[in-house]
C-alpha cells in the first residue's frame, strides 16, 4: 500500500525543486528525504523524479502522483483550518514581500490596520525587490512593480506606477531644473537602486520611447532616505511620484519633465502568487484586503 505521508513529502520535494530544499522545509536529513523517496519510488515501481541541470523535475508519473498529493495535502490543510477557524477564530501565517519602496512609504499603513483587524494573523513582512523567492517557496505572496509579470505566476494588477523627476524648490531656485532628457546628465541625480540591474530611465510620450543610462550622484534602496535627500537639495530625484505627493502639494517639491511618463523598474504595481500553491484562509483574507486597499489608493486623488 503507498505511503500517505511519502506521498506528501513527494509534493514537497517537487514544490521545493530538490532534495536538500524539501528536507530544509520538514527538517529533516537529505539523506532521510531520500530514503523515503526510493521507498516511494519502489513501492509504485517507477522513478517519480529525475534531476535536471538546475533543480529535481518530476517524471510523467511522478507528476500525477504529486497531482493527487497536492490534492490530499489541501484538504488536509482545509480540514484543519475548517476545526481550528471554531475555536481560535480566523488565525495563520502569512509571509509577504514588498518592495522596498512602495512597501515601505504607502504598504506599511495598510498592513498595520491589516494586524488590528486580524491580530490573530501572523505576518512576517520581507521588504526586498526579488521574485526569484516567491518561486523557491519563501513567501506566500509577493507584490512588485515591473512592466509585465514573470510567466508561470499567477498575477493581479494593483496600480499604475509613475515615476518623476524632482527637486527641492530650494534647488530649482538655485540651479534650475533640466528642461530636456538629456539635461538629466547634467545634474545630480537621486534615485533607487537594484542589485545587479543596470540603471536606465525609460520616458514616454506618446508613440514616442526613449531610454536614458543613468549615472546617479546618491543611489539607496531606503527611499525615507532619498526623500529627505531630496528635501534637503541634493539634487534632482527619480523616484515613484507618490514619495514626494504631499511635497508637491505643499510647494516644498517641484517637479520637471511633467510631459514624459517616466519609469526605472517598471509601469505597474502587481500581486504575485504560485498558481498551484494552496492558499491558507488567512492568505486569501490578506490578498482580498491589500487588492481592496490598492483600489482605493489608485483612485484617490493623491495617493497616500
Same mark, same amino acid.
Given at each position: 500500500?503507498?505511503?500517505?505521508?511519502?506521498?506528501?513529502?513527494?509534493?514537497?520535494?517537487?514544490?521545493?525543486?530538490?532534495?536538500? !530544499?524539501?528536507?530544509?522545509?520538514?527538517?529533516?536529513?537529505?539523506?532521510?528525504?531520500?530514503?523515503?523517496?526510493?521507498?516511494?519510488?519502489?513501492?509504485?515501481?517507477? !522513478?517519480?523524479?529525475?534531476?535536471?541541470?538546475?533543480?529535481?523535475?518530476?517524471?510523467?508519473?511522478?507528476?500525477?502522483?504529486?497531482?493527487?498529493?497536492?490534492?490530499?495535502?489541501?484538504?488536509?490543510?482545509?480540514?484543519?483550518?475548517?476545526?481550528?477557524?471554531?475555536?481560535?477564530?480566523?488565525?495563520?501565517?502569512?509571509?509577504?514581500?514588498?518592495?522596498?519602496?512602495?512597501?515601505?512609504?504607502?504598504?506599511?499603513?495598510?498592513?498595520?490596520?491589516?494586524?488590528?483587524?486580524?491580530?490573530?494573523?501572523?505576518?512576517?513582512?520581507?521588504?526586498?525587490?526579488?521574485?526569484?523567492?516567491?518561486?523557491?517557496?519563501?513567501?506566500?505572496?509577493?507584490?512588485?512593480?515591473?512592466?509585465?509579470?514573470?510567466?508561470?505566476?499567477?498575477?493581479?494588477?494593483?496600480?499604475?506606477?509613475?515615476?518623476?523627476?524632482?527637486? *527641492?524648490?530650494?534647488?530649482?531656485?538655485?540651479?534650475?531644473?533640466?528642461?530636456?532628457?538629456?539635461?538629466?546628465?547634467?545634474?545630480?541625480?537621486?534615485? *533607487?537602486?537594484?542589485?545587479?540591474?543596470?540603471?536606465?530611465?525609460?520616458?514616454?510620450?506618446? !508613440?514616442?520611447?526613449?531610454?536614458?543610462?543613468? !549615472?546617479?550622484?546618491?543611489?539607496?534602496?531606503?527611499?525615507?532616505?532619498?526623500?529627505?535627500?531630496?528635501?534637503?537639495?541634493?539634487?534632482?530625484?527619480?523616484?515613484?511620484?507618490?514619495?514626494?505627493?504631499?511635497?508637491?502639494?505643499?510647494?516644498?517639491?517641484?517637479?520637471?519633465?511633467?510631459?514624459?511618463?517616466?519609469?526605472?523598474?517598471?509601469?505597474?504595481?502587481?500581486?504575485?502568487?504560485?498558481?498551484?500553491?494552496?492558499?491558507?484562509?488567512?492568505?486569501?483574507?490578506?490578498?482580498?484586503?491589500?487588492?481592496?486597499?490598492?483600489?482605493?489608493?489608485?483612485?484617490?486623488?493623491?495617493?497616500?
Amino acid at each position: 500500500m503507498m505511503d500517505a505521508a511519502a506521498l506528501l513529502l513527494l509534493v514537497d520535494i517537487v514544490d521545493a525543486g530538490g532534495l536538500s !530544499q524539501a528536507a530544509r522545509k520538514r527538517r529533516m536529513s537529505r539523506a532521510n528525504v531520500s530514503y523515503h523517496l526510493s521507498q516511494l519510488e519502489k513501492t509504485v515501481g517507477v !522513478q517519480l523524479v529525475r534531476r535536471t541541470t538546475r533543480r529535481i523535475e518530476p517524471t510523467e508519473a511522478g507528476l500525477k502522483l504529486y497531482r493527487h498529493g497536492r490534492a490530499i495535502r489541501d484538504e488536509l490543510l482545509a480540514a484543519q483550518e475548517s476545526v481550528a477557524s471554531l475555536t481560535e477564530g480566523l488565525h495563520g501565517y502569512v509571509r509577504l514581500a514588498l518592495p522596498t519602496g512602495f512597501g515601505q512609504v504607502v504598504m506599511s499603513r495598510w498592513l498595520i490596520e491589516f494586524k488590528r483587524m486580524y491580530p490573530s494573523i501572523t505576518l512576517e513582512l520581507l521588504f526586498d525587490n526579488r521574485v526569484d523567492n516567491l518561486l523557491r517557496d519563501e513567501v506566500d505572496v509577493a507584490v512588485r512593480v515591473m512592466s509585465d509579470p514573470p510567466p508561470g505566476l499567477v498575477a493581479r494588477e494593483l496600480a499604475p506606477m509613475r515615476h518623476i523627476a524632482c527637486a *527641492s524648490a530650494e534647488f530649482a531656485l538655485r540651479h534650475g531644473m533640466p528642461a530636456t532628457l538629456e539635461a538629466l546628465h547634467e545634474v545630480p541625480i537621486i534615485t *533607487s537602486t537594484v542589485v545587479g540591474r543596470e540603471l536606465r530611465l525609460a520616458a514616454y510620450q506618446g !508613440q514616442e520611447r526613449r531610454e536614458l543610462a543613468l !549615472q546617479p550622484t546618491l543611489a539607496s534602496e531606503n527611499f525615507q532616505f532619498l526623500h529627505e535627500a531630496i528635501v534637503a537639495g541634493l539634487g534632482v530625484g527619480l523616484v515613484p511620484d507618490y514619495l514626494v505627493a504631499d511635497d508637491v502639494a505643499a510647494g516644498r517639491v517641484v517637479t520637471t519633465l511633467d510631459e514624459w511618463r517616466l519609469s526605472l523598474f517598471g509601469t505597474r504595481l502587481y500581486l504575485l502568487r504560485m498558481p498551484d500553491r494552496y492558499q491558507t484562509l488567512a492568505t486569501r483574507t490578506l490578498i482580498d484586503f491589500v487588492l481592496e486597499r490598492a483600489q482605493r489608493w489608485a483612485q484617490s486623488p493623491v495617493p497616500a
